[in-house]
Every structure is written in C-alpha cells, then in structure tokens.
C-alpha cells in the first residue's frame, strides 16, 4: 500500500465515524441544553456556588458571569503554580515565575493551552491534574455556554433572556464533557497511553548517562485536551510524545476527538432554532472548508520539493514516522482549523506552503468546524455577514433564521471579525520592530517572520500550538502573548453574547418569496466564500512576507 492511499484511506475512516456519531450526538447536546430538569450533582453544584439555574439572565449578565468565572480561574490556576514547591507531587520542581505563571494560567482559562515551558520539566501532578486538567474542562464548557447562548438568540423571539450561564456551564461539564472524556481516557489507557502517577525514574543508558522521565495521569488530560480543543500536553513533545500517542490507532482516535463535537454542535444549532436543515448548511460549510485544507495539507507534505525530501521521499523532517505523512497532515489540520493547539509533529519543519495551510486555518477564525463552542459562534457570526452581503446584492434587507439584521447587528458582527486580526498583526509588527524581541528566532528570513506571525496568530485565536524556533519563555513574549490571548478570547465574546442579545429582543418575521434561504447548498457556498474572502484576505499581505515567499524560495 503506497504511504498517498493509506492517507486517503485514513481520511475515509474519519469522515464515517464523524458522520456515524454526528445524529446522536448532537441530539443529545440539543438535549441537554434545552431540559428544565437538573441532576443531583447539577443541584448540588448550584448551591455550593450560590446560584439560581432557573432564573434568565440578559446578555449582560451571561457576560459578567463568563468574565467573573475566568478571572476566577486565572487567579487561583496562577496561585497553584506559584505555590507549586510546597504541594506535593511537586517531584522537586519548584515554584513556577511569575511572567511565566501568568502566562500559562491565561492560557489554560481561555482555552488556548499555549506552552512556553516544558512540561515534564516545570509541572508536577497536582498543577498538572488539579489546575491545568480542570481548566481543560471548564475553559470548554465556557466556550459551548456561548454557542447555545447565540443560537438561543436566534430561537428566542422579544425577550431580553438567554438562559443561565451557570446552568449551562455545569450542564456541558457534567453531562457531556466529563462522560466522554471518560470514555476516551479508556480507549486511550487500553491502546497504550500512560495513566499512572509515578515520580521521576531513570530510563536506560546513553551517551551522556541515563536518561529521566516521569509518569503522570496523562490519558485522562490527553482525552479533554483532544475532546475540549484544548492542546496543552503532559509533555513538551506534545502528541508525538509516546506516552501521549503511541500508535497509529491512537493518533487518528485523538484527531476523531478534536472533531466530534464541533461538527456535531451544528445539528444541535439546527434542532434548538427548530431546522435541521440550518445546521446542515453550516455543516457543509465547515466540512468543505476542511477537507478542502486536509487535501492541500496532504498534496503539500508529498510533494517534497528539495533535494532533502526527494531523498527521504517526502517532507519527514519533523515528523513521527510511525503516524507518516498522511497521519501528520490530517492532525496538523484539524488541530489548527480548531482551537486545538495539539501537534503530532513539529509544525515548524513542514513545507513552505504546509505553513501556511496551518496558519491560515487559524486566521479564518478557527470556524471549520473550529473550537469547542467557539467554532460554531464564530460561524454564525459569518452567516450574518454572508446574509448581509447576499441582501445588499438584491437590494433587501437581510434576514437570517427570520431575524432581520440591522446596523446594529453588523456592527457588532464586523467588530468580532476585526479584533483577531488586529491583534495579530499589531504585535507582530512591534515583535519585529522593536529592537529585543526578533532575537528569539532562531531562522532568519521569511521562516524567521513565521515564526513570529504563527506565535500571534495562534495566541490570539485561541489556538497554542507555536513554531518551535521562536524562544516565546521571555517576558515579552510571556506578556504579549497573555494579552493577545485574554482580548482574543473574551473580546469576541462581548460581541457574540451583544449580537445574541440583539438578536433575542427581534421579533421574527415570516419566511416571504424575497428570503435568502439559508437552508440550501447554495447558502453553503456563499459562506465558504465571505470566510475565505472577508477572512483569509485580510492576511494575505503577512503570509506573502512568510510562508508564500518561502515557500517560492
């Protein structure tokens, strides 16, 4: 079997368990986030933390309890590492400093799971499960809460209310996040994946002396941090790390996982605005738009231009060899059209134009199918700009899901669409103008600017996988960085919970002969367009600079 078939046959297999778990799953979600009935546990939770699951709240109120929460987190994640030398199950690892702390305690919060440290060598078990693990979930849960807050937006007609977001955070722990999870860490430890707590032990002999390694429960982080689009790893490797993802089956079973719930939550949009079809048209869209990268991410990687990988017979440099080329391509993609941030191989050493099918999975705004929660909030805010631009072309006034869009809608829309970019392209120009930043490349040249561009990129939309060359543990970076993350993360939020708000307070209006139908392929197609066109161009100029001109070099 040639190494080009076994990728397709790869991605044949992915596609049907996508499509095999795609009706049950998303009706459960929808399921869960429309009963009026709560657990035990659900109830036992709500009055620890003192909060009413049954009363509604407005969008302003939604928000101040995601913004409230999060700094929460941030607060006592950063405390846990700065005390991490008197917790046991430190190992000896002592206290982590303070840019650093912060940095990865707002990570972890919003979902971005950016590491600038390794972490077999900083985090011992109770930072590891305690902390970071936690944050796995609930950063994820936080994410869903303001999907179904959106799409109550567009179901709900005069009225001011979006549901509880506590209801809706411990609901999306609870009854979908910690089963699966569960579920996955099994087949996970039974294909091989480390779940122990074992300290550091030597491993071995060679050159140089014995070689240390540590244990830690790291199939039950690996499965939320797969399931929950998070991607921060047990260790520095990441998934290509053996303890992390030892065989072929485990590698495609983790980017199965990466994928499930964002491609799922589209049906459960479609059955809570009460059409089916609306979520498949949003599907379509998001599958075209990854299959279309996995395609070009895999006829890149085989091409192998150069003498070196003509050679090699194809771009190996950087990857594992038991995942392949194939393998590697598919993780690449799915992690960076999600929110992800996991890698499977060194994103740094793939081809020119590999590079840059990654970077720009990020810079579309991580919407195919994107991010646990965010993926789909960040698509409908493209499906009202689509419905927008289609309304200016035959001269009507929009409408989507039977709300017309006005100003103040695309207001809000636009400024959810321009936060990203800005902040990318911001920081990066200062990171490459002022004169102490540029010396944490280690690659000149556009590879160098790269390097510098995926860093913001990936920071900014929520994403945590990074370059490898650029040295990102400096107070610069460490703060930059925590800033692009915190105002990519919770700035679209105000907008998108805002926009929801709008939306709820619309009456909705009946379906006449001018409506759009957004319900049909055609609609597809017009999405893929306005997040191709609206999205991806903005960017053009930075990835000339970089990947295009390496890869023409």
């Known amino acids: ?330 993780f690449a993609v799915s992690t960076t059209l999600t929110s992800t941030g996991a890698v499977d191989s060194a994103h740094s050493s793939l081809t020119g134009p590999g590079g840059g099918i990654a970077m720009l999975g990020m810079m579309l705004g991580e919407i195919a199918p994107g991010g646990v929660g965010s993926g789909l909030y960040g698509m409908l805010v493209m499906a009202v700009v689509a419905v927008f631009v289609a309304g200016l072309m035959v001269g009507r006034t929009p409408e989507y899901l039977g709300k017309k869009i006005g100003p103040r809608e695309m207001k809000l829309a636009a400024c959810h669409l321009l936060v990203t970019p800005a902040l990318v392209l911001v920081l990066t120009a200062l990171s490459l103008a002022l004169p102490t930043p540029p010396d944490s490349t280690l690659n000149p040249g556009p590879h160098g600017f790269s390097e510098v561009l995926y860093a913001f990129t990936s920071a900014a939309n929520n994403n945590g996988s990074a370059f490898a060359g650029l040295n990102a543990d400096t107070d610069w970076y460490n703060t930059t960085t925590a800033l692009a993350m915190l105002l990519g993360r919770f700035l679209p939020m105000v907008f998108v919970l805002a926009l929801a708000g709008s939306l709820a307070r619309r009456q909705s209006v009946p379906v006449t002969a001018g409506t759009l139908h957004t319900g049909k392929p055609l609609f597809s197609g017009l999405l893929v367009g306005a997040v191709l066109i609206l999205t991806g161009l903005t960017y053009f100029p930075a990835l000339a600079l970089g990947p295009l001109a390496e890869g023409l070099a």
Not at 132 to 137: G, K, M, S, T, Y
Not at 234 to 260: D, G, Q, R
């Open 1 to 330: 079997m040639t190494p080009e078939l076994a990728g397709v046959l790869q991605l044949l297999a992915l596609v049907g368990a996508l499509a095999l778990v795609h009706r049950p799953a998303g009706t459960y979600m929808a399921r869960v986030y429309s009963s009026t009935k709560h657990l035990r546990v659900e109830r036992w939770i709500h009055r620890g933390i003192g909060a009413d699951p049954d009363s509604g709240q407005t969008w302003s109120a939604y928000l101040r309890g995601v913004l409230a929460f999060s700094a929460v987190g941030v607060l006592l994640l950063y405390l846990l590492q700065r005390l991490q030398g008197v917790l046991p199950g430190s190992y000896g690892f002592g206290p982590v400093g303070p840019a650093q702390a912060f940095n990865t305690a707002v990570s972890f919060v919003t979902n971005t799971n950016w590491q600038s440290y390794y972490g077999e060598q900083t985090m011992g078990h109770v930072v590891q499960t305690a902390g970071l693990a936690v944050q796995n979930f609930v950063s994820a849960a936080v994410g869903m809460a303001v999907a179904v807050a959106l799409v109550r937006g567009f179901a709900r007609s005069r009225t001011g209310e979006l549901g509880n977001f506590w209801c809706d955070l411990v609901r999306g722990t609870v009854r979908i996040l910690l089963p699966a999870a569960t579920v996955a860490a099994l087949v996970l430890v039974a294909r091989g994946v480390v779940q122990n707590f074992s300290g550091i032990h030597e491993v071995g002999q060679f050159t140089g002396g014995a070689r240390q390694w540590t244990g830690g429960a790291v199939a039950s982080q690996e499965a939320i941090k797969e399931l929950g689009t998070n991607g921060g790893g047990y260790f520095n490797a990441n998934s290509a790390h053996p303890y992390e993802n030892p065989t072929p089956f485990t590698n495609l079973f983790e980017i199965f996982l990466i994928l499930v719930i964002p491609f799922s939550l589209t049906r459960t949009f479609g059955l809570m605005v009460g059409s089916v079809r609306q979520g498949h048209a949003v599907l379509a869209a998001m599958f075209t738009i990854w299959l279309g990268f996995a395609s070009l991410m895999m006829w890149t990687e085989f091409a192998h231009h150069g003498p070196a990988p003509q050679a090699a017979g194809a771009a190996l440099e950087g990857k594992e060899i038991r995942f392949g080329i194939a393998g590697s391509s598919l």
